[in-house]
Structure formats: structure tokens, C-alpha cells
């Protein structure tokens, strides 16, 4: 497709949107804009996007498809500027929040414009934030869940995910009030937890010095989230606000049941409340469409003598298979640690499985 994209927020997202828009319609022109000059200037020198403005109204008014990649109160504010502007006849306008029911609401002033507006929400990212952190790969699999506005907005679907061919996303379309339900369990939700363990910690760190060095390994691994943008959370806390209120109660219910096992020390209870949970979770799709991917990962059990970990890097590098991260999850003396290999795409990730398995005596499992 051919046109000019304006892209608003370059950072991973609006990033790697436009990564995706260019790899997928080389003739279209990417205009970029942030309020951090910075932020433009490496998205240009990325080849992120083909230029850069310094005024929003400049670029609004010259686009064909207008992607809105801020902060989702944000996005509220710029959907309000929009409609004051002349924009051209036909633009098409989508945004990435992570959040959906107060969007569309303010999407309702473009409506009456008789501008289409498209809700979408990319269920892929990471806790990373900024322009340099984009990949074109980043939603390869994903869900990309969107919500139409009206019959009018409805019509341009087709036109919307061909833009958008390029993410290799799953489409799925929901109304904004199912959006904003579910992701508030299995997104939004776990950030307010991840964030509220840290803060337990953090608590008790003046009592025991030693906490933080002891913080790792699993800790480290459910709190990952908390390391996220403190305004994009901050922002997707009050965009969903009655949602997490709605759970805030059923979690504090649940805890309290466990708090009662405890004081009543009901082991069977407490088992079943472990067992149900571990059931439930191994069932889960590892990644792809149906959860949110963030990394492929591969696990190997090794044994802690120096040059293991190189001996390995060395077989995956022959058979030319690249990777994204390495770390070292748990080492004590004499003891096994656990390497975590990640890669970018799921066919690397089997490979590594298959040469690792042939080529080591390791214990390898991808979960
Ligand atoms: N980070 C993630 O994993 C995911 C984020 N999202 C949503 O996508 C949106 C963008 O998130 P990220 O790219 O992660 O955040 P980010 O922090 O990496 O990028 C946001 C960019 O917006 C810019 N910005 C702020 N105010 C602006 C304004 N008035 N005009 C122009 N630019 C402005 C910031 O300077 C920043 O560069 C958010 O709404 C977020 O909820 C959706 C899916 C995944
Ligand atoms: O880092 C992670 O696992 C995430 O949770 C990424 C993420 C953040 C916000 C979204 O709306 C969707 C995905």
C-alpha cells in the first residue's frame, strides 16, 4: 500500500508498528512524532520511520493512516486534538492502548467528524520502553485485538489489517467492554501485583540488608512486569479503573481464604490450593496466539564448571542459530544451575532444542 502513515509515540510499540508497516509496504512514507526530540531523532537514524515532524498538526493533516502509540490517557487528549484539525477525507485512524472502553468513548467525537476510528491493542510487548527497543518481529503470533467503532469504522477493517499485515498478528475483534474485562485479568492486573510485591520487599529491605541479593531467581522472574513504564501503567490503571477494582476485591477474598488455612492449618486445604493452581497454569499455551509473547525461551540444566556455557554458545553459533538473551538463572557451588537461552522466533528455539539435545548430555525443557 502506498500513503503517508503518521505515526504518534515512537516508542517500542509505535516503533515497532512502524517497522512492521514498512516491511510489509515499502512505498508507504513514515512520518513520525513524539514529544521527545530525541526519541524522533533515533527513530529516523533507526530507519524507523522516513522523517520526522516537530508539529503534530503537520503531520495529521498530510496522513492517510494515523496509528496513535502513547500512553493511553494520552491517546485520550491527541483523539480530542484530532478532531479539531482537517484532516484528509479518507484517513483512517487506529491507536495501540492497552486499553480500550475510555478510548472508543472519546473516539465518539471523530464519529460524529465522520472520521474512522479503529481501536487496537497489540497483546505482545515487554517491559522495555522506547524507540530503541523495537523490533519488526515484536508481534509475530500474537493477538491483536480491535475495536471497531461503527458500521463505518467496520468497513475499513479489511484496510486496517492490511496495513497492519506486516505484525503477523492473529486479528480478533471484541467489543471494547470485553476488552477491558479480560486483559484487566491477565494484564493490567498482574502489573498491580508484580508492583505490589516489589514494594513488600522493598519494605523489608532495611530489616534484612541481605534481602536484595537473596531477591533473585523466582522473585526475579514474577516481578519482571514491575521493571515496566511507571506513566504507561500509571495511565492503564486509571483507563481501567473499575475493572481492577472489581478483582483488587475477589484477590483480597482469595488471600483471605489462604490467610484462614493458614491460621487453621488445613494442609489439604492448602494443598488443593497449590495443586488447582499448578493444573490450571500448566495448561496455559506456552505462547502465540492466545497469550502474550514475550520471549521463546529454552532452559538447560547445567552443571557449574567454567566453559559450559561458552561449549554451548559454540553449538548454537555452528549451526548458525541466533539468540536474543542468555542469563544464568541459579548457580551454587556444586550445584545445578539453570540456563535460560531466549530467542527471538520459535523455529530458532526448536532448532536449539534439537542440536542441544544431540550434541549435550544436559537436560533441556522449554518450560
Ligand atoms: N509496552 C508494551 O508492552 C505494550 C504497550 N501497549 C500500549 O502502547 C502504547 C505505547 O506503549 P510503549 O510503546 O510501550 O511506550 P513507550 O514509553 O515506549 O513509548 C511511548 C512514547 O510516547 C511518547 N509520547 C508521550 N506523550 C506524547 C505526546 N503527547 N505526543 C507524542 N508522543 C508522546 C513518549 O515520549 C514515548 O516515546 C501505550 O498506550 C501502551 O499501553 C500495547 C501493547 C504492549
Ligand atoms: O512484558 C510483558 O509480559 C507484558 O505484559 C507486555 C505487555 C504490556 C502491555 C500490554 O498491553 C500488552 C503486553
Redesign the pocket.
Known amino acids: 500500500m502506498k500513503g503517508n502513515v503518521f505515526i ?8 515497532s508498528i512502524a517497522l512492521s508497516i514498512k516491511s510489509a509496504h515499502p512505498n508507504a512514507r513514515l512520518i513520525g ?4 526530540l530525541e ?1 524522533m531523532k533515533m527513530a529516523k537514524a533507526l530507519n524507523v520511520v522516513d522523517d520526522y515532524v516537530t508539529a ?1 498538526e503537520e503531520g495529521a493533516v498530510q496522513a492517510d493512516f494515523i496509528v496513535l ?4 490517557l ?2 485520550e ?2 483523539i480530542q486534538q484530532l478532531v479539531t484539525l482537517s484532516l484528509k477525507e479518507n484517513v483512517l485512524i487506529t ?5 480500550k472502553q475510555s478510548i472508543m468513548n472519546k473516539a465518539e467525537l471523530l464519529k460524529n467528524k465522520d472520521i474512522s476510528f479503529i481501536g487496537g ?7 522495555k ?3 530503541a ?1 523495537a523490533k519488526v518481529t515484536l508481534f509475530e503470533n500474537a493477538f491483536y485485538l480491535l475495536t471497531p467503532s461503527n458500521e463505518r469504522s467496520k468497513e475499513k477493517i479489511g484496510e486496517l489489517k492490511q496495513w497492519l499485515t506486516g505484525t503477523h498478528a492473529t486479528f480478533f475483534e471484541v467489543t471494547p467492554e470485553e476488552h477491558d474485562e479480560m486483559i484487566a485479568f491477565v494484564s493490567h492486573f498482574p502489573h498491580v501485583v508484580a508492583a505490589s510485591l516489589v514494594h513488600l520487599v522493598k519494605n523489608a529491605n532495611d530489616e534484612f540488608p541481605l534481602l536484595k541479593r537473596l531477591a533473585a531467581g523466582g522473585f526475579r522472574d514474577i516481578t519482571r512486569i514491575a521493571s ?2 511507571p ?2 501503567w500509571a ?2 490503571s486509571i483507563g481501567n479503573r473499575s475493572n481492577l477494582i472489581k478483582i483488587l476485591d475477589a484477590w483480597m477474598e482469595n488471600l483471605l481464604h489462604v490467610k484462614q488455612s493458614l491460621q487453621q492449618r488445613q494442609y489439604a486445604e492448602l494443598y488443593t490450593f497449590y495443586e488447582d493452581a499448578k493444573v490450571y497454569r500448566d495448561q496455559l499455551p506456552i505462547h502465540g496466539s492466545g497469550a502474550i509473547p514475550s520471549f521463546y525461551d529454552l532452559f538447560v540444566d547445567i552443571p557449574d564448571y567454567p566453559g559450559v556455557v561458552s561449549t554451548i554458545m559454540k553449538y548454537l553459533a555452528n549451526a548458525e542459530i541466533s539468540i536474543t538473551n542468555i542469563r544464568i538463572l541459579e548457580t551454587r557451588e556444586d550445584v545445578y544451575g539453570v540456563l535460560r537461552i531466549s530467542f527471538q522466533t520459535e523455529l530458532d528455539r526448536n532448532k536449539a532444542y534439537e542440536v542441544l539435545k544431540k550434541e549435550t548430555q544436559h537436560e533441556i525443557y522449554i518450560h
Do not use: N, R
Open positions: 504518534v509515540g515512537l516508542g517500542l510499540i509505535g516503533g512524532f513524539d514529544t521527545k526519541e503534530f502509540a502513547t500512553p493511553v494520552i491517546t487528549s491527541i491507536d495501540t492502548g492497552s486499553t491493542h497489540p497483546m505482545a510487548g515487554s517491559h520502553s522506547g524507540v527497543a515496566s513504564s506513566q504507561m495511565d492503564i
